[in-house]
């Protein structure tokens, strides 16, 4: 088994004992990414819509960085604060995938890292 830290500065650095992802065996399995800009290390928090593009953002950067893309994503698991804004976040996530779907899981929680609104985690696979 052959395994491989991703890190990318594109995308926010952990905040703790984790990797941004971790490539094994040509399957990458990628932390929760919450809307932090990397570049300016501000959290975007104002709107959700906002703070889930940003958060896709996130995860591109972390895909681009293991030589893959949304395309190759399988799995993905979304963490919402508040489940009333289901409608805003699957719209925004339906403009990275068009078809061929991952499976996915959305679940309300009670708190996210930061307070923030939305996490989402990822595998994807080449």
């Known amino acids: 088994m052959e395994k491989k830290v991703i890190l990318t500065k ?3 650095a952990p905040i703790g004992p984790y990797s941004q992802a971790v490539l094994v065996d040509g399957t990458l ?14 959290q975007v928090i104002s709107d959700i819509g906002a703070e889930m593009t940003q958060v896709m953002k996130n995860i591109g950067y972390v895909l681009e960085e293991a030589g893959m893309n949304y395309g190759d994503i399988v799995k993905t698991g979304i963490f919402l604060k ?10 925004i996530y339906a403009t990275y995938f068009t078809s061929d779907f991952p499976a996915r899981e959305t679940v309300e929680v009670a708190r996210l890292p930061k307070d923030a609104n939305v996490e989402i985690s990822v595998t994807a696979r080449k």
Not at 29 to 42: K, L, P
């Open 82 to 91: 508040d489940m009333n804004d289901f409608k805003k976040i699957n719209a």
């Open 29 to 42: 399995y990628c932390s929760g990414q919450i809307a932090i800009n990397a570049e300016t290390g501000e």
């Open 10 to 12: 594109k995308a926010p």
